[in-house]
């Protein structure tokens, strides 16, 4: 019991060291709000000009809602469907297309069972540097490449505000 009583003071005597200097906020980056809605607006423009009618969703530095948009004339499942892949590439920090080429050959993967997880092109991570602090999916393009275009160039646009 001595030597528990001895471990216990020791710790705490070391703790007591620690100073707030050594205590420090974290400093984050984060989508803003006009910077989440540029980015869904240039997604559903490029695809729209193309003449994809998509759904839009940009997901924040924890996976959370930031902008969802669902396109004139698009199928019901498409607004989910494009949140599911942004969450996915947000959660795995890499495109949703190449989560979805990693469980393509186990499709037993714990990964898959997740909520809100899809194994779906059309989704890309956002980037400040190797840091992600969000994604954006798109739905409603025939075949998950033009869904993942329209994404990129939405990317593309505010890549100068990323930093």
């Known amino acids: 019991m001595k030597s528990v009583s001895f ?5 705490l005597v070391a703790l007591a060291g620690l ?18 809605l540029t980015i869904a607006e240039t997604a559903y423009q490029t ?8 759904s839009v969703s940009v997901v924040g530095l924890e996976g959370q809602s930031l902008v969802a948009l669902r396109g004139d004339g698009t199928a019901p499942h498409t607004i989910e469907n494009s949140q599911r892949k942004a969450y996915t590439s947000r959660t795995f920090r ?5 989560f979805a080429d ?5 499709p037993s993967a ?5 909520a809100n997880v899809v194994a ?3 989704a890309l991570p956002i980037k400040v540097g190797e840091t992600v602090i969000g994604a954006v ?5 025939p075949g998950g490449e033009k869904d993942e275009a329209c994404a990129k160039a939405a990317i593309d646009k505010v890549a100068d505000q990323l930093k």
């Open 7 to 11: 471990s216990l003071a020791a710790s």
């Open 19 to 36: 100073t707030p200097a050594q205590a420090e906020l974290l400093t984050i980056k984060a989508l803003s709000t006009p910077i989440a």
């Open 47 to 54: 695809c729209l000009q193309q003449g994809y009618n998509v």
């Open 94 to 98: 890499v495109p949703s297309g190449e």
């Open 102 to 106: 990693r469980v393509k050959d186990t």
């Open 110 to 114: 714990g990964a898959l069972h997740l």
């Open 120 to 122: 779906a092109r059309g």
């Open 137 to 141: 999916g798109v739905s409603g393009a």
